[in-house]
Every structure is written in C-alpha cells, then in structure tokens.
C-alpha cells in the first residue's frame, strides 16, 4: 500500500517549495462501559481512511475520505492542491516546510501479552470486578461506572520530501468513577489507568483494591470541610502538577502557539521562569505511557525534550512547519486524532522532574495551608496565561502537618506563578494524571506527572 | 442506502439479535482556519460512518465502521450481534422506540444557500470577520468558520425508517488584546441554519470589543457578593442545571439534582424553562431525536416548579413515564443517552441597567457559565470575562477571581429576571441577578 501511495504524490509535480503528503490510517478497538452494576455498553469501532495535506504557494489544503480506494485518494490530492491554492491568494503569513528532511522507518508495536487477544469476557470480568468492589464499599455510593478501553492503530505517512514511514500505536485504558450522596452533598471521584504496554498492565492493576480506595474517598469527602478561600501557600500532589504542567505550561510551549502569539512564552526563550529548582521535559520515548509513540503523524522520529532547565525556559514543541519558521530541528511532536484531522503540535509525556525533598518535608516547609489532591480537570487561557484546577478533595495544613479533609478545593492565578513560586520539589516523580488532551478539536492520548511541590500564596477557592 | 440498511436488519436478526439499530451519518463539513489575523488553512472533511446497535436477550452490542460498504456494513453488523450474545442481559432494558407514524414538520433545518455556499464565500466570510475585529480595535484574532451538511438516517427493526438534512454555519473568532504587558482575550461565535442570518462583521467586532473591555484587569478580595449573569452566562447556567438535574437517566443513577422533586418548587416563580427542538432554523431543531422519535415541545421548569423528566425510550420505559424524545448520541458508537436540545427560558420584569443600578458591589459575568462540576451540585468557576460592579456600575474586569456556590442556592437565590431576552438560533434567554455567590479573590 505504501508504494501505491507514493506513486500517487510521485504522479503530481509540485513546484519548489510546494509541499504534500498522504497518511494512511487503519484503527480499531473495543471497550466496555459497566454502570451501577448494569452493562452500560460493549463497543467494537473501526476507522479506515486517509487524510492529505498540500501545501501550496505557502496555503495549507486538507482534504479526508473514508476508505483505501488509490482512484479516490487522487482525487482527494488533487482537491486538496485545488483548496490550498485558493487558500494561497487570501493569506499573509504563508505556510513553509523544509527544504530537505525525510525520514524513512517502521515502528511495529510488540505487546508482552496482546490486549487484541484478551477474549471479550476476561475483559468484562476485570471492568465488572472494579465497578463492584467501588459500588459495594457503602450504600452511599449512589453511581458508579467503570470502562476499559483499547485501541490498536498502523498508519502509514508518505511525502514529497521522500518520508516514508509505517507507526503502530497502541493503548489500553481502565476507569472507575464514583458519585457518594448524602441529602443534598453529593462528591464526585474516580482513578484511572492508562499504558502502551500490554494487557500485563491490567493483570497487575489490582481493581479490588483500587475500587476499595475509591469508594472510601467518595465516602470520606461527604463529611470533609468547605475549602477556605483566597490566597495561601499549596502543597499539590502528582496529578496536580501532572495537570498543572500539562495544560497550564506544555500547551504554552506549543511552537504552533507561540507563532500565532498566544502564548506567554513567545520571546521568553532563554529567560528565567522560575524557581531553579524547576526542570521540565516532554518525552514520548518512555515505554509504556498513554503519550509514548516513536514516529509522530508527519513520520518524524520523536524525541525527548527539554523544556525548562533549572527554572529556564530551552526548549519549544515542534512540527515540521514550525521547526522551519523557527530555524530549529523538528522534534516530532505533531501529533493527529485521526485520518480526518491535521497534524498539529501537541505534547506526549509531559513532567516536572524530581526534587529531593520528602512528603513530610514538603508539609513542613508550607506549615500553614491546603494540599490538593487528585485532581479533577481545569482549564487555561493561554494567551493570558490564567489558569484554573480543581481537586476532587484535600486536607488542611496546619502546623506542618495533614489536618482536617476539605471538599471541592479548586486553583487558581497566573502560570508562571507556580513555577515562580515553587519553594520545595518532591523526590517522588509519578505519571499520575494519564488523559486525553483536547486541542484544535482533536484528542490524544498523553501522560503528565511530576513530584509534589510546595507553592507561595497561590489563590484557593472552592463551593 | 436503503436497501443496504433493510438488508443490515435481516442479517442481524438472521444472526441472532432480538433487535437492531443502524444510525448512519453522510456528510460533509468545510472549515476554514486563521490565526494571527490571516487564513492559514482550509479544510474539507468527510462526516461519514455508520453505527450498529444489536440487542440479543437483553444484552447490547455496538459497532461502528468509517465505512459505509456493503462488506464493512456486514462485518460491524456480525461483530454487534457478536457481543449483544456475549454481553449480560441488562434487565431493565425493555425496547427500541417505534414505529411512528407522524413526524413534525420543523422549518429551515437545511438551507440551499448553506449547502450550495462556494468554498471562496466561506473565506470571504472569515475575512470580513477579520476585518471588523482589526477596524477599530487593536487586537490579534484567530478562530475558524465552518460550513456543515450531513444526512442522518437511522431504521431499527421495529420499523422506523427516517432520515433528515441538516446544515449550518458557524463562525468563532477569539480576540486577544495586549497593552505593555497586559493581556486580555475574549471571543464571539454564531451557528445559524440560514445563511442570510449568518453575521460575520458582528463576530469579529464583538470578540474585539470584548477583549479590549478587559484590559486593565484587577484582583479583588474574598467576599460575599451577588453577580449578575448576563444572557449568554444565565443561558449556558441554567441550561447545564437543567442538563444534569431532570435528566431521565440520571434519575435512574440516582444522581440527578431533582431526583424525587417533580411537582416541588426548585427557584422562583419567575424561572419558566421549556425545551424546543421544533424551534424553525434553531441549531439545535431537529423533526426527531437519535433514535428516530418525533420530537415535541417539553416544559423542564414552570413558575419555578420541576415539571418533568426528559428521557429516551430505556428511560422512559424504566421510569413508566412517556418517552420526550430527548435521545442524543456523542458519536456513532455511543449508547443514545437523554440530552436537551435548546432551552427557551421566560423572561422577567427586570431589566440588565436595573440589576446593575442597583447593586452596591457585585459582580457582573459576560458569557460564563455556572456550571456544576459533572455529576456535582457544586458550582467553582474561574471568573475570565467578569467584572467588578461597584455604587451601581461597572468599574473594572477580574482577575484571579473564582466564584462559587452550588445549584440549590443559586437557584434559590435568583432575585432579578430580565425582561430583554437573547435568542441564539433557538436557545432564549433573560438575563438574571444572584443575591449571594462565594467570591474567592487573589488580593
């Protein structure tokens, strides 16, 4: 199939500086979705399509169809050159690719123990287990649904600079989420687990003992305090500065962002940020993690990346494109849904790197304040550069140690606060928050995480 | 495709299924993309699949295929009959909805002029957009405008067989403003079923007039206040409460907010809310819901009393109530689950200028909602396009600025319903003035 593909590009002459390429995308997976004890669905999907770029006197075409069929795909090309060519006569700033850089390779995914070959029922066992083991801790555990999720994909990228590059990807995911009500008090909290790795993984994810944790937290929160409100010094766990490092600064150091000045850190490169004590990296190279891939959608070989360095700010994610405009080396992070989106800069693994302090250390250099734990979504503005989390629950500090438990505990204020602020790092680095990121109306798989971290006069608020 | 789609039925039932659903998109959408003030990109996009719902014993089954040949149409309709067998019987399902012999006739839901609209009009658009957010205001805009027709078809084994054409128009512009170093940003957006409404000069001006208003942002102190939801913010609130407290399913979850309150008084006797999906041209109209009811008309809230439940047909059959037709599906291989199609809320006697002349120190929200967080009653918001109010009028934007509470006391504390109504293609809106919400401040 890949020859047929490059034949086609092969077939059109494309002028110096033009640009085009073909990816060709087969995905499939099951899932199954097990609510208040009832079997909520059981899913089978399957994508087949293609998606062509052109880039054209500097303006950017695409064109999706559904299907493998070669007479199609021509046609798709040649829509896509006729699109971007109109695009060409309204735009300013004009579109460029690199005048040479391919890449030719095969990344074939190789599972310990094939996710694709768990029977169905197995799979229902270990959801239906999980589901129960949370519904059944306490009959105030009033909702409860449990997923497991997998996905397989092979995607095959040729272009007119000579790319020709076959990606495999795989990932398994596991969910429970549980809603605890008492009169008019009701908590919301879930776990989740995310891997490229195989089913391995999930014979080693104890769901009994994960559905016990999980009912007990739903529980215990309905009784917890109001969070307090307004600015005080935060201790945040993993997934809080998983998130936080995520949305709140990766999504900033997009290249693709920083072109189209919305983001804080356009002209920032080389500054200092933050604390030194702040290192910051996006690596899709770990084995094993939701956003772990070797080829990204344009075929470039990913690597990892350095963003900040002792609290400065080296390094941006790349595409091709942006790598181009910026005379840097591409870094393969451009990243797409599927066959029916264009590829743009996204993140994969993003962390905070360890420190070298205790948990207890971490309380104690804080003294008087909140800790903010697992947390439960947000979202940033860029362009501002304001950001906003909320946990599913947390606890008083007082005197340097864990108090009383808090419900419903959100943050808030300026990115760079947080790194400007941070006064300890955690020695524990943990990929806690495993999620999907959502960016130009695509969702990706990605991992973030970190140690935790001790954070000055951060604003705190909650119902 | 018909004989495709009667041919999916026989071979699911042949297979083994008790009943078979089959929900197909065909379609197309052109988008086109711009960013730092200029088009960048124009995309043209495929919205095709079909999707399979197969129920053996009470057991449901889904599969789904981009693909809509007769091969792949087989394969998904084998591989859902497959596990509606292998999944375990949920008993409370009773039923796919059907037949039905009258469908309401619903006007303007596809327009020629939006279908035949030529790819350059869509950039001409985008470029007026453009255009009038830089006339006047300095600001850097990016955004997309996008044109959408699809046909959704959905036959099940009981004996609905319909289909419908739908399209639109949609344009969003964010602005962001930057003076020294201080950066504001806002949007504006449109979606309409006719392209003769559709008004991209005002996207652009709004999102820029926006942005600019927020210049010159400041922290306020922690406090008690009331807050002002204009129409946009009073629209996107009171439609998510209603979302999640009088959904069908949820009431079966056990987690819905008005579980139990049908008949009670949930906010004031001002506060009447229907859902309209016959709404003519509305974005969100449609002659029948995802599983191929006839739509109607349904009162949520009247004179402040919880008057129904809105459901699909498993909820209305565990419930023992009528199926409202709310069926709504995330994608093609989701489980249709209740969801409202655009809510029209009454308006009051109150008027915007009033509720702020009147408000000591407040704060007036542009276009945020108070959502409860999913599944929970309570409310915590960041504040990004708010404002100080102070000896009746606005004095300056927020930041670092949380507001929270929970829907009970919102609702409960409703004192002011505008008279002026916004009608965002078929969703209508008052504006409305909260007693006391939680303010949460950086200062």
Redesign the interface.
Known sequence: MIDKVQHILEKVDFKKGDFADIRVQKGYGT?ITI??G????????????VGIRALING?????????FDVIEIEKALK??IK??E??AK????K?VMPEEYSVQGTYEVKFKIDPRNIA??DK?TLVEEFEKTTRTYSDKI??TNASLKNWFQKELIVNTLGTKVINEYGNLNILC?A?S?EG?I???VYTSEGTTNGWEEMEKYDVVNKGVELGERAVKLLKAQKPP???MDIVMDPSLVGVYVHESFGHAEEADSI????S?LEGLMGSQLGSNLINIYDDPTIPGLRGSYCYDSEGTKTIKRQLVKEGTQVGYLHSLETATKMGEEPNGAARAMNF???PVVRMGNTYIDSGDLTFEELLELVNNGVYLENS??G?V?T??????F?AQGGYLIRNGKLAEPIQ?V?M???CLEVLERTVGVGKNLQFAFPGSCGKSAQWVPVHAGGPALAVRQI????? | MSELFHKAIRLGLKKGADQLEIFALEGYTDVVQFEKNAIFASESKTITGIGIRAYSNKGLGIATSSMMDKESVKEIVEMAVKLSKLSPSDDLFESLPGPFTKYPKVEGLNDKGICELPAESLTEMTIEAIDNALEKQKVIVSGNFKRVAVTETIYNSLGVEVSQNLSSLTGVLFAKAEVNSDIATSWDYQKVRKKEEFDPARIGRVAAKNAVSLLGSKKVKSQEIPVILDNRSTLDTISSIVAAGLDAYEVILGTAFFKDRLGEQVTIDKITVKDNPLYPRGVGSARFDDEGVPHKELVLIEKGIAKAYFSNSYCANVLGMENTAHAQKNSLGSKPHPDLTQIQIEPGDSSVDEMISETKKGIYLKDSALEPSAGSPNISVLIDQGFLIKDGEISHPLKETMVGTNIFELLNNIIAVSKELINESGSISPAIKIEKATIAGGK
């Open positions: 899932s609510q208040n009832r079997p909520e669905q059981i899913n089978f999907d399957k994508d087949m399509g303006g950017w075409g695409f064109v999706s169809m559904v299907g829509k896509a699109i971007a109109t695009t309204k735009i300013e700033n579109g169905i029922e229902y009033v909702s989420m809603t009500r008019d009701m908590q919301n409100s307004g600015k072109l189209a000045k919305d804080i029916n989106h264009r439960y979504g979202y503005d362009a501002k550069g304001e950001f906003y909320s419903n959100s808030s204020g300026l604003v705190v608020g909650g119902q």
